[in-house]
């Protein structure tokens, strides 16, 4: 098994009551295609400004609030 980091997008909009994704990046300033992008795991690449954002946007102190390390099927991951 593999790992992978995760962006908990789906978690923080429930968890702070934010509403939406679209509201969530307005709040962020952060284009909603990106988090987007992060919510459905076809970004693979993390901006860390936007994590800082998302953190300063939403009052978080824990980083673990926004981020996952997680294990993955290598098979799914190689897209086969």
Same mark, same amino acid.
């Given at each position: 098994?593999?790992?992978? =980091?995760?962006? #908990?997008?789906?978690?923080?909009?429930?968890?702070? #009551?934010?509403? &939406?994704?679209?509201?969530?990046? @307005?709040?962020?300033?952060?284009?909603?295609?990106?988090? &987007?992008?992060? /919510?459905?795991?076809? !970004? !693979? /690449? %993390?901006? +860390?400004?936007? %994590?800082?954002?998302?953190?300063?946007?939403?009052? %978080?102190?824990?980083?673990?609030?926004?981020?996952? +390390?997680? @294990? =993955?099927?290598?098979?799914?991951?190689?897209?086969?």
């Amino acid at each position: 098994m593999a790992k992978q =980091v995760v962006v #908990k997008i789906d978690y923080l909009i429930k968890e702070y #009551k934010v509403g &939406s994704l679209r509201k969530l990046a @307005e709040k962020c300033d952060i284009r909603h295609a990106a988090l &987007s992008e992060l /919510n459905n795991g076809k !970004r !693979r /690449n %993390i901006n +860390f400004g936007h %994590i800082e954002r998302i953190a300063e946007t939403l009052g %978080i102190d824990d980083i673990t609030e926004i981020i996952d +390390f997680v @294990e =993955v099927d290598e098979e799914k991951d190689d897209g086969q």
